[in-house]
């Protein structure tokens, strides 16, 4: 614990038998839950996992109880809101829990089914909160990240500055110097791409999974909708601007070459990636500023879509009079222009007007 706050760490692991035990004596001793997901590996990554349960130790979680007393004739949404957190488990990958002590500081959940990344991470996170854990970290099984900066992540949870906490290695001075320039580009990419959806205009390296989430924001999203494989981080930031959570990032240093074997391909995760920040992006125009509350730029971005697309036509005809050599007509050149021009400025009020919006979730 630190400061009376519990903490707890999901690793999710496939196929990390070599680096996995590492991983686990390297967590410092405040952590109170190691939270290994055996994401259905077909080496031995669960049963070294499992020879650390007496090695990790044991600490007792200190009984919660989260809600406030209420009269009997108040307490039905309570209620519903316990049967919706019991009925999710439906939700969730099937899987093994294997904890041998109710104490022991070391849980080893093994799904029957590889599911992903993300869906790895979602049944970790599930436990932490069914648990009601205070801050939540989630970190690779490859080693890739070092334990020692998990301090630095769960401060400002722990001290109410931020609803959650993200690692940046963009921010490490070392980083032009060890991340492979192709995934520092696809990560620059997909960064980009991500403020646009995600509305953290301030974010940056957003395909890392080092991060903490307070309990508040573990609660504010639904675990089991969470993207199940390598977009789950985009995925995450998204649901969470949607639930109005405060982001905080802190420098983490960029770890390579340390004995990991990554099964990413960039070009086969950029596509499906993409897809799901464009569909992500009117989610969270549509709930978070038509459902939740109206904003003018929920009408100024799909009026900006409308005039551009209707912008289209008008310049493909325009192009196939150059290449033809025929002499434009002036009325088809004012439309394409007026259509053009209108839906770009539109386009950057209402962008502009989303930054603006969002200021107050991102804290430095």
Not at 147 to 174: T, Y
Not at 237 to 261: H, M, Q, S
Request: net charge positive; aromatic share 12%.
């Amino acid at each position: 614990m630190i400061e009376n706050k519990t903490i707890a760490v999901v690793i999710p692991a496939y196929n990390e038998e070599k680096q996995i035990g590492f991983v686990i004596e390297t967590i410092p001793e405040f952590v109170d839950r190691i939270i290994v997901v055996n994401d259905c590996s077909t080496d031995n990554t669960r049963d070294i996992a499992e020879s650390y349960f007496q090695k990790a130790g044991s600490i007792k979680l200190p009984e919660k109880n989260l809600q406030k007393p209420v009269h009997e004739k108040y307490k039905r949404a309570h209620e519903i809101l316990n049967e919706i957190n019991q009925k999710e488990t439906a939700y969730f990958p099937e899987s093994v829990v294997n904890h041998p002590s109710p104490d022991g500081k070391l849980v080893v959940i093994s799904l029957k089914k590889n599911g992903g990344v993300g869906s790895a991470v979602s049944v970790g996170y599930k436990w932490a909160k069914d648990n009601h854990i205070d801050c939540t970290v989630s970190m690779d099984g490859d080693g890739q990240m070092d334990p020692s900066e998990i301090e630095n992540l769960c401060m400002p949870v722990i001290n109410n500055e931020a609803d959650w906490v993200k690692g940046n290695r963009f921010a490490h001075s070392s980083a032009p110097f060890l991340i492979p320039r192709k995934r520092f580009l696809g990560n620059a990419v997909l960064s980009i791409l991500t403020k646009i959806a995600s509305g953290y205009w301030e974010v940056s390296d957003t395909q890392t999974g080092y991060t903490a989430l307070s309990y508040k924001a573990l609660s504010s999203i639904k675990l089991y909708k969470l993207y199940k494989r390598y977009g789950m981080p985009n995925d995450r930031i998204i649901k969470l601007n949607i639930a109005g959570c405060t982001l905080k990032e802190v420098p983490v240093k960029p770890v390579y070459d340390i004995g990991e074997k990554s099964t990413m391909k960039i070009r086969k995760v950029v596509r499906p990636i993409a897809w799901l920040l464009f569909r992500s992006f009117f989610k969270r125009i549509w709930t978070r500023y038509l459902y939740k509350s109206f904003h003018p730029l929920f009408i100024l971005y799909h009026f900006s879509f409308i005039l551009l697309l209707l912008a289209i036509p008008y310049g493909i005809k325009i192009l196939w009079y150059v290449f033809e050599g025929l002499k434009s007509n002036p009325v088809t050149v004012m439309a394409f222009v007026f259509l053009f021009i209108s839906g770009f400025q539109s386009l950057m009020f209402a962008m502009w007007m989303d930054m603006q919006d969002n200021k107050r979730l991102y804290k430095d």
